[in-house]
Structures are given as C-alpha cells and as structure tokens.
C-alpha cells in the first residue's frame, strides 16, 4: 500500500520524537524547516519558534531575553552577532553551561542543500560522573571504572527505551480512538464476546440494531443482553463459531420485529467477534422482488394456455349455444348441453381469475390515512354479512398518514373479511384489529369464530386453486391475498385461536411526511425533470427553489430557513447522494426522496431508512397527497 505524503510526515515526526538529543534544521535563508518534541522542551520554546518557517533570529533573541546566556549587556548586538557566525556557517562542536546549571553539546554541520543541523545534548550527567571519576580515579579500580561507564550506557539506553515507549504509546490511543469512533458510527453492531458469552467489547449500537435493548453492554453476558427469545435464536450459530467455523445467518427479532442479519466469526483465542444490522428494509425489499419474478415466470407460462383454452372455451359456449335453439331436442340433451354451457362458463370464469392473478400489477403507494382506510372496509364490509353475523373493526394505530397502496390493502382485507363470513356461516363474530408494530410493520388481523383453519388448510392455504368450500370455492381468494402482500414486501399468516380462524397481515410501515402550502426546496441534477417537478409543485399552489446537488442544497438551507420542506432524488451531481442530504437535515426539515432505482438496490434500500420514499414515475396526485404535515414527519 503506497504510503501518503501526510503518513510519511507523520512517521518521520514520531522518529524524530524518538531520539533523546534535540535536533533543529534551519535553512538558507535561516527559517526553521525541521526541529523535534526535545528541542522544544530542552529550551522550552513557544509553539510559534518549533513551528517550520521561524527565524533563527526570533529564537535567539528569546533566548537571550529569557537569560538563557546569562547577563547580556547589548542584546541587539548579541543577536546580530549570532546570526553572522549562522550565515557564515562552519561545522563545529562546542559544549557550553547553560543559565540553569545544565551542560549542553552543539554539534552542527552543514547541508549539501543549503542549511545546516545541529544537534543538541544534555551532557550534564555525564560531566558529573566524568568529575566524580577524576577525583577518585586513584582509588578506583579498572573494573569499577568500567562498570560505570557500562551503567551510563545502560541509563542512556533506558532512557531512550522509555522515550520510545511512550511515543508509541501516544500513537496507540491516537489510533484506538480513531477506530472506536469510527465503529460507533458503522449502523450496525460490532461486538466481542469471550469463552464464557460475556462482552468484552462492543460499539454501543446493539439499541440502535435491535430496540430495547441496552447500549453500554460491556461485561454481560449475550443472553442477557439480547433476551431469551433472541438468544435462543442465535445459540446454535453462536456454538458453532465457538467451535471453530463462522456462521452468516439471518432471524426475525421478535421483541422489535425486525429482521436481524448477523456474522460470528471466531478469533482464534476461544472468544467470537460479532456483527449484526438491520435488513428489514432489504428484507422486505427482496420479497418483493422475488414476488415480482414469481408472477412474470407464471404470466409467461399461463399467458399461452389462458389465449387457447379461452378460444376452445369460446367454440364450445357457440356451439353448445347453437344445439339449445334447435327445435325438438329431447329433454336430457337439453338438460346436458345446457350443464355444458355452464361448465364452460365456469372455466371463463376461472381463466378470468388466473389472468388477474399473473396480469402485470404495478404497487401504487400514497398517503393512506388509517382512520378512513378501516371507515371504507366497514362500509364495503357491512352490506356482505348476513344478519347473524356482526363486524368488529379495532384500531390502535395513531391517526396518522402512511405510504400505502390503499386499493391493495382494502381489497385483501375485504378479501379475509369473506372468507371469514363463509367461515362463521349463519352466525359469528368477525374481529378486524389495525396496529402499528414498533414502527416496523402496519399490521391487521382478521380473526372469527368459525372453526379455524384444518391442518392442511394450514399447508396449503396460499397455494392456487386450494379449497375448502367446494365448488363454491376457486380457490383463488388467498393466494390473490398472498400475492399482493408480497408484492409490497409483507409477510401473511394463517393461525388459530382456540376460539377461531386468525389471518395476520403485516406491511412495511412507511409514515408519510406531510406538509401544507410551502416553500420546497427542490434537488434533481436533470434539468428536464427539475423543470417537470417543478411544475408539480407550482401546480400544487408551492412555492419552489432548486438545487442541483446536496451540497447547494445544503447552503441554501443555511441561508433560507423558510423552507419547509426537501424533495430530493437519491443521485445527484457531486460525491454526496440525497441519503447523505437526509441524514444532513434531520430534525430541521422533513425531507422527501425519489429514485427510479429498483427495490434491490443498495441505494434504495438505504433511502428507505433515510426518508419517506417516492419510486419515479409518480404523478402529481400522489406528490400532492404525500406533502402535508411537516412536524409529523420531523418526528418520524
């Protein structure tokens, strides 16, 4: 790895931090280029004089008027005296006391480019040990002189040994810091447990990761921390990487809802490095993807039988048609052919449902409020029941606005309210309940009072053409369902009660961000499209600015604080991207993003984490209905 012009620098400053003499390099024009920590603790120097480009004629006039050579009677020509014997350099070696008593070596030789080094040690121990050695050197022995010249090594070369030592020891909490840091930014949990499945290390994101639980997590044990449900989850894996293998794996969190994909990885000393993030939003994005390559595999495969049976179907209604207005046809032939009229009509009819369950549907989400979502099921639901049977519709989601395909979710609840209708028969109760789940997931159950689901309507309850009912039944109704809720990436689940048959549906929870008449600051790169969102939001009675990358956007946002609201699209000029504008303006302005990227991408599945999301193309009905409310928004 090539190593930075500013890393390089920075090795060559600890290197010089390292070594005990003082060292300064001035150059031709007498400018400090060079000098290390010592020099500056040795003469205890300001930050300005050990900064590169001092002169080497404010050093020495500070030092003269700090008294560092002793009573000096013209200063002025001191110094100027100095700085000629500088300019016309020669190599040399002098040792002098300084006004505190301390005995230092100079050294200084010149530069092949111009300049000169000096170096500067602090000799004074060593004049005292030679002094002491003088005076007693008729009464000590060869061998105790040289054992004094051994120690004097040795102290010299501890010294330097805790100098070194300490630099690195500066560089290693420099760099610890950094990498923590750097960590508790990462959105996702980094951890170490040892032998025992207790912390040692964690970033403090498993709250942020997985709700609920605590950040400072330090000390306790995983199963503590994570609950038992979600410790039992990751048990197994996690006693798999105790045995030496690393184990990727994915589970839902019960407590919080959300889909957990996590990495244990051992670490050779018995213990397991940990990391774990939300991929709720990939989750539900990757179901609806793959719904979506379920059904065009099915268009293509059903499209072809559909246009031929249909023609056969057609054929057999004509003629079997044209047999009923022959004069004279014996009763039983009439009574045949008119069973095959009906029996071919059936298949239309069938042939029908199979079209709309695999024709192209296209998930068209807008600002859905809840409390008139469950007033138009109520009233589409109530003519449909018979006398005996009573509607109960509970809600305890807040009164807000979400991000919804409304016909969808109406048609699959009205969908469930029938079946359980058919369920309860002449008598009954049928339980409507809408929720949200720690903002995660909006969720409805439909429950009755029926029997419940048999086991192999458990099985195969979502599979086509599966039922119960009969010939009344095409077997279509849950599978209809089943298709629309992961088309918007939702889970379906069939259950019972003891009391009942109980369908759980649950959809990604995407608050709308709302706001009144405004002004909006528009970010879009293209011009053709800023000009047709532009007109959008004119047309909405909004008042518009616009931007072309986040970074513009950023400084009008400093200087027009009116603004209400941000619509942005995800990919903008520049190095910064709409999610980073977002994340920029939360909790100052609700911000709004649009992409035409697919579900599966990277970027979109982090804008959804960002920002409520807008998927190009949209019309100027759904931007109208997603812009009202701001403070909702901002607290979303």
Not at 145 to 153: C, F, G, I, Q
Not at 501 to 512: C, K
Request: aromatic letters at 4%.
């Amino acid at each position: 790895m090539a190593v930075t012009d500013s890393r390089r620098q920075e090795l060559m400053a600890a290197g010089l931090n390292l070594i005990g003499q003082s060292l300064t390099i001035y150059d031709s024009d007498l400018r400090l280029a060079v000098c290390n920590g010592p020099f500056q603790r040795m003469f205890d120097l300001p930050d300005a004089l050990v900064t590169p480009g001092a002169t080497f004629e404010d050093t020495i006039r500070h030092l003269v008027n700090r008294g560092e050579y002793g009573e000096v009677a013209d200063v002025d020509a001191f110094v100027t005296e100095r700085v000629e014997q500088a300019r016309a350099f020669e190599p040399h070696y002098m040792e002098r006391t300084r006004s505190n008593g301390r005995i230092i070596s100079v050294e200084g030789a010149p530069l092949p480019q111009g300049g000169w080094v000096t170096v500067y040690t602090d000799i004074t121990r060593t004049k005292q040990q030679e002094a002491l050695l003088q005076s007693r050197s008729e009464e000590l022995s060869d061998q105790l002189n040289t054992y004094a010249e051994e120690l004097s090594s040795t102290n010299r070369a501890l010294a330097a040994m805790n100098a070194a030592l300490q630099e690195a020891k500066r560089e290693l909490t420099e760099i610890e810091a950094r990498t923590r840091l750097t960590t508790e930014m990462m959105p996702a949990h980094i951890a170490h447990v040892d032998a025992s499945g207790h912390y040692t290390y964690s970033n403090r994101q498993l709250s942020s990761v997985m709700p609920g639980r605590p950040s400072d997590i330090s000390g306790m044990h995983i199963s503590d921390a994570l609950g038992a449900s979600a410790y039992n989850r990751v048990a197994p894996h996690l006693s798999t990487a105790y045995d030496g293998q690393p184990s990727v794996f994915e589970f839902t969190d019960d407590a919080s809802a959300r889909r957990i994909r996590a990495a244990f990885t051992p670490d050779t000393r018995g213990g397991v490095y940990i990391l774990s993030m939300d991929v709720t939003a990939e989750m539900q994005a990757r179901v609806a993807l793959q719904q979506t390559r379920r059904r065009a595999l099915a268009a293509q495969i059903t499209s072809g039988l559909t246009h031929d049976f249909s023609n056969l179907l057609t054929i057999i209604l004509g003629l079997q048609s044209k047999l009923l207005r022959q004069d004279g046809l014996p009763p039983d032939v009439r009574e045949m052919a008119g069973g095959t009229l009906a029996a071919a009509r059936r298949g239309g009819t069938l042939l029908s449902s199979i079209a709309g369950m695999t024709a192209d549907r296209t998930l068209r989400p807008r600002a859905t409020d809840l409390r008139h979502l469950m007033d138009n099921l109520r009233t589409l639901a109530d003519h449909t029941l018979p006398a005996g049977v009573t509607l109960e519709i509970d809600s305890t989601a807040p009164n807000q606005t979400i991000m919804l395909d409304a016909g969808m979710a109406t048609d699959s609840l009205l969908n469930l309210i029938l079946n359980a209708r058919d369920a309860c028969g002449a008598t009954g109760r049928i339980r409507v309940t809408q929720r949200i789940v720690h903002n995660t997931w909006i969720e409805w159950q439909v429950s009755d009072t029926g029997p419940g689901f048999s086991d192999r309507a458990l099985s195969h309850g979502f599979d086509p053409f599966f039922t119960t009912k009969g010939a009344e039944g095409s077997g279509l109704g849950l599978p209809m369902v089943y298709d629309m809720t992961k088309l918007a990436g939702g889970d379906l689940r069939l259950e019972n009660t003891g009391q009942g048959a109980r369908v759980v549906l649950r959809l990604p929870y995407r608050p709308a961000a709302l706001t009144e008449q405004a002004l909006v600051l528009l970010v879009e790169d293209r011009d053709d499209l800023r000009a047709l969102y532009r007109d959008m939001l004119t047309g909405l009675n909004h008042s518009v600015i616009e931007a072309a990358s986040a970074d513009e956007a950023s400084a009008l946002m400093a200087d027009l604080p009116e603004i209400s609201l941000v619509l942005s699209d995800i990919q903008l000029a520049g190095e910064a991207t709409g999610i980073d504008l977002a994340e920029r303006l939360t909790g100052v302005v609700p911000v709004v993003l649009m992409t035409s990227l697919p579900p599966d991408d990277p970027l979109f599945q982090s804008a959804q984490k960002a920002a409520p999301l807008l998927q190009k193309p949209f019309g100027a009905d759904t931007l109208d209905a997603l812009l009202t409310h701001p403070a909702k928004a901002i607290a979303s």
